[in-house]
Nanobody, 127 residues
Framework: HVQLVESGGGSVQAGGSLRLSCAAS????????MAWFRQAPGKEREGVAV????????YYAHSVKGRFTISRDNRKNTVYLQMDSLVPDDTAMYYC?????????????????????WGQGTQVTVS
């Protein structure tokens, strides 16, 4: 089993930045991709950014490409989401996820079903 704990959320003005962190513990050999998803009130949870833990592959949702950057520190079993140029539409609960995918595609990368483990979420509010 894998436990994921997010941190770094908060309130920020439009145009500002935040950095989210997700620390993994437990059976860290049970996943090869880590991802960030978000869910705004009344909307479905959507994939934001994905990173392969065993290689350089990354995937981004079109809405955040060029503004958000996902990175990882395998020594700390931690993945980060640097969010710049934030806009009010970025307001959501942000969730960290981890899963094992043998053959990744862009569609699979941003799909909820690709991930087995989920964190509790951290709120991001942009005004």
């Amino acid at each position: 089993h894998v436990q994921l704990v997010e941190s770094g959320g908060g309130s920020v003005q439009a145009g500002g930045s935040l950095r989210l962190s997700c620390a993994a513990s437990g059976d860290t050999g049970d996943y090869n991709y880590m991802a960030w998803f978000r869910q705004a009130p009344g909307k479905e949870r959507e994939g934001v950014a994905v990173a392969r833990t065993t290689g350089p592959d990354t995937y981004y949702a079109h809405s955040v490409k060029g503004r958000f950057t996902i990175s990882r520190d395998n020594r700390k079993n931690t993945v980060y989401l640097q969010m710049d140029s934030l806009v009010p539409d970025d307001t959501a609960m942000y969730y960290c996820a981890a899963g094992w995918v043998t053959v990744m595609t862009p569609d699979r990368a941003l799909a909820n079903r690709s991930y087995k483990y989920w964190g509790q979420g951290t709120q991001v509010t942009v005004s």
